[in-house]
């Protein structure tokens, strides 16, 4: 099965910029979404097809990917942006399968 | 606007089947393009996808809960239900629905989760 791999934990001081990666076998080949999480709240959609942002999306918001790493990166950061971050490919025709990562928590220092 | 809204049991004991509704307005489950997911979280833990049920009635669930999982809709109740058999502590956490973009494999709008406990 595909696994999507994510460093645990990152900090950042805020106005700096945060970069959270997420490594998988040629990721490059998939269009991957970003997720934001924060406690006791459901994930919302901070990025999709790899470097578009959602209706309401802040533009510090960022996504690149190539290779075997696909790139979230968080442009002056600011507190309201501590939260967990999940990436996520779908598997495609064959099977469907949605895959996350397993999640980077971004702390603001 | 597209919402939707996960209902359920709070607590089940282990071995009974878990049965969760989701809600949905703003969109039709029959529209062409259409899907709505199932993902849950263990408390903690990273999220984890559990099925997609198209427009036309496709089904597709992950293959490490296969044999467990089945999702059905609704169309005239706006309604996607998902069954889980055989229920453990494991299963435990925070189930969500949520809508596939129009254009991409991505979950654009989710519900507020429902949260499950399986205890004796």
């Known amino acids: 099965s595909y696994v999507l791999t994510q460093p645990p934990s990152v900090s950042v001081a805020p106005g700096q910029t945060a970069i959270i990666t997420c490594g998988g076998n040629?990721?490059?080949?998939?269009?991957v979404h970003w997720y934001q999480q924060k406690p006791g709240q459901a994930p919302v959609l901070v990025v999709y097809n790899d470097n578009d942002r959602p209706s309401g999306i802040p533009e510090r918001f960022s996504g690149s990917n190539s290779g075997n790493t696909a790139t979230l990166t968080i442009s002056r950061v600011e507190a309201g942006d501590e939260a967990d971050y999940y990436c996520q490919v779908w598997g495609g025709f064959r099977d469907h399968v949605y895959v996350f990562g397993f999640g980077t928590k971004v702390t603001v220092l | 606007q597209i919402t939707l809204k996960e209902s359920g049991p709070t607590l089940v004991k282990p071995t009974q089947t878990l049965t969760l509704t989701c809600t949905v307005s703003?969109?039709?489950?029959?529209?062409?393009?259409?899907?709505v997911g199932w993902i849950r979280q263990p408390p903690g833990k990273a999220l984890e996808w559990l099925a997609t049920i198209y427009w036309d009635d496709d089904k597709r669930y992950s293959p490490s809960l296969k044999s467990r999982l089945t999702v059905t809709k609704d169309t005239s109740k706006n309604q996607v239900v998902l069954m889980m058999t055989n229920m453990e502590p494991v299963d435990t956490g925070t189930y969500y629905c949520?809508?596939?973009?129009?254009?991409?494999?991505?979950?654009?709008?989710w519900g507020p989760g429902t949260t499950v406990t399986v205890s004796s």
């Open positions: 040629n990721i490059g080949s998939k269009s």
């Open positions: 703003g969109f039709s489950l029959n529209i062409s393009g259409v899907a």
């Open positions: 949520a809508h596939k973009g129009f254009y991409y494999y991505g979950l654009d709008v």
